[in-house]
């Protein structure tokens, strides 16, 4: 399959429209995947649950298709993908399904799960959330790249720890977790091992089931799908996870995610993953090419200007930066025609210091100077260029 040559709404390669560098927080859909959503909208827009006739049946069908377009992505069998609305409700399902199956077995045996200080925001407020309910909870400090460190986390391990939840890919600064020495010691130590891959999965190759992860989210609306579909991987065996569910009703996806299945955001995230699997390769070689250069005439155009995150083990679409001695927030005017990130894009719009950046090392007045700029399938060479131009004519003004 190749890419649409076709350019989604909002993307132009006329040189007097916006650069869009914001691919980390959303991605536009691929016009392929519109395509295969549409039907599913008008023609066939049937309950899965309607067993009785044929508009129940196409649907049940198309949900099916998708559920295995999602598992060879990550390298998971089809029962193993449960969909939801996102990434967030599958990070807090992941740890509450889990939380409540423990207590469930063994209502007064302690629990402790880990995690680091840089993780996603659902992820972040969910451990704290369990911790109120007297799960002991470590977030460990990362290293100045914002990568967890293997010596930190064996030391963190305790007799009763369940869970371990690591980002895999950073949504902020792009940096990649070991997450193959990760699942070892979760696997040694008989510990459970979820990862908020969101930035990970359809971006880097990854076989779920060969590295030892027992849970994982992601999300449709960051791979080129469509918003409010998401899927959380269980586990069926070696070991086999089971979680108790969030949501109570009908009993759909087996009787753990009630609720009726949203159709045409499924067949949506469905074809997204199988074009990511197929062009994978290709198109990670050529976004680091773009982000190399970006990063190359940043340099050369705008002295003093920092990389944040790892050099080396980092997303191949991504650059955090630190412009010193000039706040973002100051900037952004001048920067109308560029789309981009002044810290995490889940925000509410509220100004908040990264949690992220400030927890590998950097300052409040160099995390206000920070910018996240982000590419994706439709960014091109031209982009890049005028974006550092831009970006310099900016900074002189």
């Given at each position: 399959m190749e890419l649409s040559s076709e350019r989604p709404m909002g993307t132009s390669l006329q040189n007097d429209k916006p650069i869009y560098l914001d691919y980390n927080a959303t991605t536009p859909v691929d016009p392929q995947v519109f395509h295969a959503m549409e039907p599913y909208f008008k023609e066939f827009f049937g309950n899965p649950a309607s067993a009785a006739h044929q508009w129940g049946w196409i649907a049940e069908n198309a949900v099916t298709k998708a559920r295995g377009q999602v598992a060879a992505l990550i390298g998971?069998?089809?029962?193993?993908?449960?969909?939801?609305?996102?990434?967030?409700?599958?990070?807090?399902?992941?740890?509450?399904?889990?939380?409540?199956?423990?207590?469930?077995?063994?209502?007064?045996?302690?629990?402790?799960?880990?995690?680091?200080?840089?993780?996603?925001?659902?992820?972040?407020?969910?451990?704290?959330a369990v911790e109120k309910m007297g799960v002991e909870v470590d977030f460990l400090p990362v290293n100045s790249f914002g990568l967890v460190e293997i010596e930190t986390l064996r030391k963190a391990i305790k007799p009763h720890t369940k869970l371990m939840s690591f980002i895999w890919v950073n949504n902020e600064i792009g940096s990649i977790n070991p997450m193959g020495e990760i699942a070892k010691i979760a696997k040694e130590n008989k510990i459970y091992l979820h990862t908020d891959a969101t930035q990970a999965a359809g971006k880097i190759p990854m076989n779920v089931t060969e590295l030892g992860i027992d849970l994982m989210s992601f999300s449709g609306h960051k791979i080129y799908g469509p918003k409010g579909v998401g899927a959380l991987y269980i586990r069926s065996k070696d070991p086999k996870v089971q979680i108790n569910p969030l949501l109570h009703g009908g009993g759909q996806e087996r009787g753990l995610r009630s609720g009726s299945l949203n159709v045409p955001g499924i067949v949506g995230m469905g074809m997204a993953a199988e074009i990511c699997q197929k062009t994978m390769t290709e198109e990670c070689h050529r976004l680091q090419g773009l982000r190399d250069l970006f990063w190359e005439k940043l340099q050369e155009k705008i002295p003093g200007v920092r990389l944040n995150g790892s050099p080396t083990e980092r997303a191949s679409n991504l650059l955090n930066i630190t412009l010193p001695n000039y706040k973002t927030e100051a900037l952004l005017p001048r920067l109308q025609k560029l789309g981009v990130s002044t810290g995490s894009a889940c925000g509410t719009g509220a100004t908040v210091v990264s949690h992220v950046l400030r927890a590998i090392g950097l300052s409040v007045d160099d995390v206000q100077c920070s910018l996240r700029l982000s590419l994706g399938r439709w960014s091109t060479e031209d982009e890049v260029l005028r974006a550092v131009a831009i970006l310099k004519n900016s900074l002189q003004r």
């Open positions: 998971a069998k089809p029962m193993e993908i449960f969909f939801t609305s996102g990434a967030t409700e599958a990070n807090n399902w992941a740890i509450f399904g889990l939380l409540s199956k423990i207590r469930e077995e063994n209502p007064t045996e302690p629990i402790h799960f880990i995690t680091s200080n840089v993780e996603h925001s659902s992820i972040m407020k969910a451990m704290a």
